[in-house]
Antibody, heavy 123, light 107 residues
């Protein structure tokens, strides 16, 4: 059974850092593209980052997080990560990891999602 | 970025009703459109991809149509478990973008 479990969220001050993890079971991360999608409280969905199945050679970010966020993975741990630096109030929300159906560019539909982890940026 | 606009933002309907949600793209996205259902406190769930292909396990009362810039999601015979928020998503270009959501409420 495919499962994605996020962790690492919490309360952080503006300008601070946080690293989110997404542990995958039931499939190999190295065979699929993966994404981070966030949702601000009471708002809609916003795609954040993409990591292709080939790893660091295929990475994309939305403009507002470029230079601040970094997506990576550890194939031995079958885990995806999102390192977030210089956090802003507007980065607050639930962060989901989501699996892409294929390894295409742009990312395609997302067939499995984790339960999400809440990041709150506030002083 | 490609803007996705859903209408209506909120929809009130009764069990058994036929419900239609519209999604418009700011430029042509061919058929690269997906629909998701999200219930409060839960992650989104994929319903339809490539505009009209039903994800496995999704009830056949859900259907999708459209291409280019205009798309629809139809629920034929609304069930109590269908009360939720629905999002469209384009994947024709990076960044992938979502509509703002349509909340389906109990009438």
């Amino acid at each position: 059974e495919v499962q994605l479990v996020e962790s690492g969220g919490g309360l952080v001050q503006p300008g601070g850092s946080l690293k989110l993890s997404c542990e995958a079971t039931g499939f190999a991360l190295s065979s699929y593209s993966m994404n981070w999608v966030r949702q601000a409280p009471g708002k809609g969905l916003e795609w954040v980052a993409y990591l292709g199945s080939r790893g660091s050679s295929t990475i994309f970010y939305r403009d507002s997080v470029k230079g601040r966020f970094a997506v990576s993975r550890d194939t031995a741990k079958n885990s995806l990560y999102l390192a977030m630096n210089s956090l802003r109030d507007e980065d607050t929300g639930v962060y989901y990891c989501a699996r892409g159906v294929s390894d295409g560019i742009p990312p395609d539909q997302f067939d499995y999602w984790g339960q999400g982890t809440l990041v709150t940026v506030s002083s | 970025d490609i803007q996705m606009t859903q209408s209506p933002s909120t929809l009130s309907a009764s069990v058994g009703d036929r419900v239609t949600v519209t999604c418009r793209a700011s430029q042509s996205i061919s058929s690269w459109l997906a629909w998701y259902q999200q219930k409060p406190g839960e992650a989104p769930n994929l319903l339809i991809y490539k505009s009209s292909t039903l994800e496995r396990g999704v009830p056949s009362r859900f259907s999708g149509t459209g291409s280019g810039t205009e798309f629809t999601l139809t629920i034929s015979g609304l069930q109590p478990e269908d009360y939720a928020t629905y999002y469209c998503q384009q994947y024709d270009a990076i960044p992938v973008t979502f509509g703002q959501g349509t909340r389906v409420e109990i009438k």
